[in-house]
Structures are given as C-alpha cells and as structure tokens.
C-alpha cells in the first residue's frame, strides 16, 4: 500500500483498500500503482492506438464539453495551452473559430510544447487520469496559469471505492488515478481556486484566485 496520497500527500492511516484500489478520505482520489507493463515506451504505444483528433467529429464534440461552460469569456488573442493532449490535439483547432492560440503539451508525444510562460486558459481533458504523481502535475499546471484564468478539466468522476472494480474507466490500465466532484472541491480549497462550472460527472472548471487561499 502506498505511504502517502499522491495528491494531497496524506499519509495511509486511514486508506481504504481492496487489493488493488486504494482511497483516500481526505481528498477522495481513488489510485492504484501503475502497471509495469504501461510505462515509458509501452505507455506511449498505448496512447498511439487512441483514434483522437480534429477529423473527427465525435471527439470534437466531446471535447467541446470542457469549452462550451466558458464560451462566454473566450475573447480573441487569449493564450490556451493543452496540457497531455495526447497524440491527436484537437482543442486548438476548435479555439481557432474564437481566434485564440493554443499551444499543445505532452510528455510523449509534444514534450516542447509549453512556449508561454502564463496562460489565460489551460484544458486538462481526459488526461488527469494518467497521473502518476497528481500533486507534481497540478501544481506544474496551476504555476502556469494567470490570475483569474481558467482551468478546464475532464475526467470521468469515480462513484466512490465500491464502484470502481467494475467500473469501465478502470479497464484502461494507464488510467491510475481516480477523482470525484469531492476531490475538485479539495484542490479547489488548497490550491487557491474557486469552481466555477461542473456538471458533476466529468467536466469541472476552476478560476485562479488573485490571493492564496488560507
């Protein structure tokens, strides 16, 4: 079992655990170890075969779930990056139709692709589920966020420790880690954001605060 929550640092105390998951209370994150046999060049062949893109229109419209709830504050000449865009970006075709450049970043596939040094949009879509350390990846998110920016994530919300031996999104072995609506509400309250939309399944949107949070 592991010593410490991987977001929220907790130590194991009081984890649930059912051989293969583990939960932490004070967070809600749902976690598991990554597989041996998904990491490094293995990981990346798996996100190969992911059929992702701007061709195609389903995946289109699905990411569009984590940009319709802010269509109102996307201004021409805003600075977007897609933080684990994967193979296939698509969110900065989409945002060409609101005139705003997006760069594209992913450690396998866009390893260079932060060019700015604070961005007033950041889109982390169906990616927050591949973290092996989510406390590292969120703070290297937020550090690259303006004031008053948004941050749009998507991943599909666990229904709690019972639920996830069966659950579909657990099938994928690269997905290690597993959040809630509760668990936005808690980097939300430590990490100086405050939650602006969630449709509490999949998409929640948070504003950076101008001060720390106490």
């Not at 977007?80 to 970043?105: E, K, M, T, V």
């Not at 969120?138 to 919300?157: A, Q, R, Y």
């Not at 668990?183 to 939309?197: D, R």
Request: charge should be negative; glycine fraction near 6%; hydrophobic fraction near 35%.
């Amino acid at each position: 079992m592991n010593k410490n929550c991987p977001l929220c640092l907790a130590d194991n105390q009081n984890f649930a655990y059912n051989g293969v998951f583990t939960h932490c209370p004070n967070c809600d994150l749902v976690f598991r170890n990554p597989s041996p046999t998904f990491l490094g060049v293995n990981e990346k062949k798996h996100y190969q075969k992911h059929v992702n893109g701007p061709q195609y229109p389903g995946y289109v419209s699905f990411l569009k779930r984590a940009i319709n709830p802010i269509s109102e504050y996307l201004k021409p000449n805003l600075q977007a990056l897609d933080f684990g865009c994967g193979p296939g970006p698509a969110i900065d075709f989409i945002l060409q139709d609101h005139d705003i450049s997006c760069d594209n970043y992913d450690p396998f596939f866009f390893p260079d692709g932060i060019k700015s040094k604070a961005y007033d949009l950041i889109f982390a879509t169906e990616c927050l589920e591949h973290f092996h350390n989510p406390a590292k990846d969120l703070e290297n998110i937020l550090n690259l966020l303006k004031p008053h920016g948004k941050l749009s994530v998507m991943t599909d919300f666990h229904a709690g420790l019972e639920a996830i031996p069966t659950w579909y999104y657990t099938k994928d072995l690269t997905h290690v880690s597993f959040f809630s609506h509760n668990t936005m509400q808690w980097i939300a309250k430590n990490h100086g954001l405050e939650i602006q939309y969630s449709d509490n399944t999949r998409v929640c949107v948070f504003e950076k605060k101008t001060t720390p949070c106490s």
